[in-house]
């Protein structure tokens, strides 16, 4: 791991500005995937700014009727709510099937939506991987593609997302909120929140340089059967061959 400097803010804004002035900055809370990639030298951040202390760790209804979710709020935290195991179970469901119980007692909704593609090209930095760096072409083409991607893919990356939250919020019509450096706001319908891979898989999603995500929201509750399958070779810790949200 490489060194580098530390910060902790104590507001959104403050945490963007800082992020956009310092070059190579990346946010860190609870870190489940941050700092596995640090060790490995994927992510190489020369700062940290820990965001923990910006208080965004709340469930709160709207009023509207739908639910906020802070960045900060743990998964176990979220997949055990009442109102999310009741309106919103499939999200509960796509939590409690991810990772395992250690983890999802920290790792945060915001890092779980930011987390990075598990390829095992991607993680291994002997191998070619426009993900990892650009333009050096990507080995899973050629390589052992079993867990990797049929539809929204491109000759540039055929990567996965891992994330079972961000599924089953994009069947619950979610939308992204961020600040910015400058202080305005943003919300973001999670179905634009994410690139496609075309010639730029490394550009993941829309954010722009140093803009926080705060909180995700939910619209009132549709009612309904839940349902979140997911299929994969253990029946605990291990990501998805595919998964479906309904």
């Known amino acids: 791991m490489r060194a580098f400097t530390y910060q902790r803010v104590t507001t959104p804004a403050e945490a963007a500005a800082s992020a956009r002035q310092t070059p190579g900055a990346k946010f860190i809370a609870g870190g489940t995937n941050l700092l596995d990639l640090m060790k490995l030298e994927i992510e190489t951040p020369g700062h940290l700014i820990d965001v ?29 709510d009442e109102r999310v195991r009741r309106d919103y179970a499939v999200l509960s469901r796509a939590l409690l099937a991810g990772a395992s119980g250690q983890l ?76 910015k450096p400058d202080g305005s706001e943003r919300h973001i319908a999670l179905d634009d929140f994410y690139r496609a891979p075309g010639t730029t898989p490394h550009l993941e999603t829309v954010l722009t340089p140093g803009e926080l995500i705060v909180a995700v929201t939910l619209p009132p509750p549709s009612g309904g059967t839940h349902i979140y399958r997911k299929v994969r070779d253990r029946a605990s810790y291990a990501f998805a061959l595919v998964s479906v949200a309904a």
């Open 52 to 80: 923990n202390g910006l208080g965004l760790d709340t469930i709160e209804p709207t009023p509207e009727g739908g639910l906020r979710i802070g960045a900060l709020v743990r998964n176990t935290d979220l997949a055990a």
């Open 104 to 179: 999802r007692n920290r790792a945060t909704t915001a890092g779980n939506l930011l987390q990075r593609t598990r390829c095992p090209y991607f993680y291994d930095t002997h191998q070619p991987c426009n993900k990892r760096l650009p333009g050096s072409g990507c080995a899973a083409l050629e390589g052992f593609s079993r867990q990797h991607a049929v539809v929204g893919v491109s000759d540039a990356c055929i990567a996965t997302h891992p994330s079972d939250m961000a599924v089953a919020m994009r069947v619950l019509d979610a939308v992204v909120e961020t600040v």
